[in-house]
Structures are given as C-alpha cells and as structure tokens.
C-alpha cells in the first residue's frame, strides 16, 4: 500500500490549524498485493507524535486541544478476505504528517478601549489576544496600525507603537486602529 495524503479543512476559519478543524483523507493511498488478493476494507488509526489517539479510527479527525503543538497522521491498514487469505491484514502505512498549531499560538485578538473601531484621545487601547489552546494570552510581538487617512480603509504602521498597549493623540481621531500580532 502506497501513502494516503491528509489534509486539513479550517473549520472555525481562523487560518490556523488548531482545536475544532476537521482532517480527511484527500488522497487514499493505493493497494497492492503480492498474491493478487482482492482489498475489502482499510482501517484507521490517527495518532499524535505517533501516538495513537484513543477512539479516533474514522477516516476523519478532529482536532482536540491535548493535540496543539504535535503532528498528526492516520495510519492506514489494507485488509483482504479472511475466509480466503491468511494473513488478511496487510502493513499499516501512516501518511504524511500535518502539524498542528502550538498552545500558544495567537488565533484571535480584540481591541478594548476604542468606541465602534475608533479611538479616544488620552484613552489606553489594550490588545487581548485569544491563543490557540483557548486562553487568552500574550503575542510575541505587537504592531498598531492606523488608516493612512480618514475613512481611507489603508493602515499604515504607527511608528514605536508595538506594546501592548496604545494610547491616541489628538492626530489619531476619526481614524480606524488595528494591531497586527504574531
């Protein structure tokens, strides 16, 4: 049996590989036997760092939280006709491997302090960034960003402003604010 090909479906839509998205089989790998015994079914095993994962057999898999930061690929097992063949179980083959996003990475990230998108002079705007595993967190680094004009729908980096937080001055008002993490 050749190698099935897996792939990942971002089921929650946030660009990241993580908890809730679902992995499938794209390509089933292809059959063969010495003998030319007939396949009648395949199993499957999906596994974490090579682990198997506990109920999970399907040829889907979802994505749970214990598997954040590891890789993950299905074994896939041929079988032949027992009542004709011995033995009837051919090689496992395991696929190629998807790696799923660490606990930590940022999936998410809300501005608190701005009033419909928009910032208040002398009031501190605080990133809270939502990470992987569901907690919320810090990013590595933080870049806020401001319409290049008003209403313009273009940001353009606000130079030394890459904390946590932002406080707005006067030049900032009626223009929208971002924060870009990583």
């Known amino acids: 049996m ?7 479906a971002d089921t929650n839509s946030n660009g990241v590989f993580d908890i809730g998205d679902v992995i499938s089989i794209s390509q089933q790998g292809a059959f063969s036997d010495p003998d030319g015994d007939a396949e009648s079914q395949r199993t499957f095993q999906w596994q974490a760092d090579g682990a198997d ?19 993950i690929t299905v074994l896939v097992t041929p079988h032949t006709d027992p009542t004709i063949t011995d033995p009837d179980t051919g090689i496992a083959v395991a696929s190629n491997e ?22 208040q002079v002398d009031t501190e705007l605080s990133a809270v960034v939502q990470l992987a595993d569901g907690s919320a967190g810090d990013a590595g680094t933080y870049q806020w960003k401001i319409e290049t004009a008003i209403g313009s729908g273009v940001y353009q980096n606000i130079p030394g402003a890459n904390g946590k937080t932002y406080k707005p001055v006067a030049g900032d008002q009626k223009r929208k604010i971002q924060i870009e993490v990583n």
């Open 2 to 8: 050749t190698q099935s090909t897996i792939v990942s």
């Open 53 to 71: 994962i506990s109920g999970a057999t399907s040829d889907t898999y979802t994505v749970t939280a214990s598997d954040l930061g590891k890789k």
């Open 98 to 119: 998807l790696s799923a996003a660490s606990a930590s990475t940022p999936i998410a990230v809300q501005i608190d302090g701005a009033v419909n998108g928009f910032p």
